[in-house]
């Protein structure tokens, strides 16, 4: 069954570094997502991406996140200068025309 | 605001004895109610979308209804592996596709 793949499963990063979060959606889909979920939390919509530019973002979502499809296949948030409430696990999910979500396993980001 | 409640925040189960967990939600034109199961440090894993009032969905042990209002998944003769929280989602409606996740049910079901 087709699975949407998530690098690194966890990553700890000191406070103030950059982190790039990694995802490979589901190779026939168009839409494609980042969620967070702070520990004991709702999990929480961050963007939307679909057509090669950001289709919907939350507040969460401020000038310190980015995110990019590079290569067609892979696609990634950025996060510029990590603070401490930004340890989180963050999941990629990806959807096709038929609607629908397949979420990866997530990344846990720590910051120090 | 759109909001999706969950209840119970937990439930002890023995094995076989059947139940159900609720979703309230208050959204204004629901395109799409969704069922995830998440296991501890995964991520949600899809089980049902539902669309309108009335319609029902099953799978294995698992069974989901839908109201103009809230959503039950009824689970019957549960098994140990059936132990996971389970995660109720909205769909928001018009020129938007994320999805309105409520807090979850943690369910443990004992042998």
């Known amino acids: 069954e087709p699975e949407v793949t998530q690098t690194p499963s966890h990553q700890v990063t000191q406070m103030g570094q950059e982190v790039i979060l990694r995802c490979v959606p589901i190779s026939n889909h168009l839409y494609f997502y980042w969620y967070r979920q702070i520990l004991g939390q709702k999990v929480e919509f961050l963007v939307s991406?679909?057509?090669?530019?950001?289709?919907?973002k939350s507040e969460i979502f401020d000038d310190q996140f980015s995110v990019e499809r590079p290569d067609g296949s892979n696609f990634t948030l950025k996060i510029r200068s990590t603070k401490l409430e930004d340890s989180a696990m963050y999941f990629c999910?990806?959807?096709?025309?038929?609607?629908?979500?397949?979420f990866g396993s997530g990344t846990r980001l720590t910051v120090v | 605001e759109d909001q999706v409640t969950q209840s119970p925040e937990a439930l002890r189960l023995q094995e076989g004895e059947s139940s159900s967990l609720n979703c309230s939600y208050t959204v204004s034109g629901l395109r799409g109610l969704f069922w995830y199961r998440q296991d501890p440090g995964k991520g949600p894993e899809f089980l049902f979308t539902l669309y309108s009032a009335g319609e029902e969905k099953e799978k294995e042990r698992l069974k989901a209804t839908l109201t103009k209002k809230e959503s039950f998944l009824h689970i019957t003769a549960p098994k140990p592996e059936d132990s996971a929280t389970y995660l109720c989602a909205v769909q928001a409606p018009r020129n938007t596709d994320k999805l309105i996740f409520g807090t979850g049910t943690r369910l443990q079901v004992f042998p």
């Open positions: 991406f679909y057509n090669n530019e950001i289709s919907e």
């Open positions: 999910a990806s959807g096709g025309e038929g609607g629908g979500y397949t």
